[in-house]
């Protein structure tokens, strides 16, 4: 007989089309810890054909080598076929320049993506619940979103699952009681240097404390907003169809004309391009006809009310960014403009970077303005900053915001102050 958990692990898989009994074998990403074991006990115990696969990172020592025994035994006695890996981070880190958190992500997904291949798998599997759904949509409001920041994570991603997604935290822990199924604990997870682990250790217990059904509430207000999302993206998939050519142009003069918002429009019709909000605030204030925009990929050109959207040549972009991280009591501040330097918070969430040509309706939130922003052309006039270097002026993007015009001025994210433990450190190098 099914236990209650186990039916509601079955209703989320089927709600969401995750996983078929007859589509072959499932990858499970197993750490040890609970969330991993709990998804590996109840997926066999819905009869599903697994494998396993774990990670040694060789950050913990002898705790590393606990959770890679563990997880053997734990294999080896439910006649589980296992695949691990043991990664050099460190020699990653000094070949890109990544944080330990970006590392270990890059290369745990890089080798889980071969083993779906090798085993033809249906999809691998992760332990992400409805907790870890909580904790995301409070970071994402932190840094400032849209719908799809408070959304939540997409319980099916590109050949990714996450049966647990709508299980709590504690319905996982009493599934293992009653299971009588050990498993590890990583003892950093108590310790609340990052972001996530304050908001999971400090922020939620406190929401709880005050709003006991707080988190059944939030977690009830993220499947709203998943729906909410659906339904706009459907809405955005018809405006795509009216606005956006075969030949990628768009209509500017018509768009405003025929819609309430035509920057908001405008900015989820170039989005998938690379481009951002700022830019098409831009090109509907119509301060730029006749200017270029460029995103990594592409570019926008304006002109008589027409916007084309065209690829650019893939030797365009010729910087590449560099990372290095280094603890606090290494850090002194550096009278430099090749470089800036952030608190280590700034790589939390696995960001997506961009190093880019600046382009006219970029803005920045500089030191001295109260989280205002301001338009680098503004700024650059401010300077009295020549034409000939504006042309050349690059700058770096964290998830689509400027956070440092390169040998110029940084922003006011994510800056050094005495809560920092860890300094990252960028700086451009030619590209090849």
Known sequence: MKSNFLKKVEATIKKYDLLSREAGQVVVALSGGPDSVALLDSLVGLGYDVVAAHCNFNLRGEESLRDESFVRTLCEDRNIRLDTISFDVD?????????????CR??????????????????LATGHHRDDNIETLILNLLRSTGLRGVSGINPKGDRRVSPLIECSRGEIMN?????????VVDHTNNENEYRRNKVRNVIIPAIVSQF??????????????????????EAVNEWKNRYLSSENTINIDELKETHNAPASLLFRLIEPFGFNRDQAESIIDGETSGARFRSQEYEIVVSRGILRISRLNESASPNNLKMTIIDIAEFKPLDNAAVATFDAAILEGNPCWEVRAWQQGDRIKPFGMNGRSKKLSDIFNDAKVDDRVKRSQIVVTRDSEIVWVAGFRQCNLFRIDENTQRVVVLSLTDGE
């Open 91 to 103: 020699a990653r880190r000094r070949l890109t320049g990544e944080s330990v958190e970006m590392a």
């Open 106 to 123: 890059e290369l745990r997904y890089e080798w889980f993506d071969k083993l779906v291949k090798k085993y033809d798998a249906q999809a």
């Open 175 to 183: 599934y293992l009681a009653m299971r009588r199924l050990g498993y």
């Open 212 to 233: 006991p059904d707080g988190c059944d509430r939030l977690a009830a207000s993220i499947a709203n907003l998943s729906d909410d999302l659906s339904l706009f993206e």
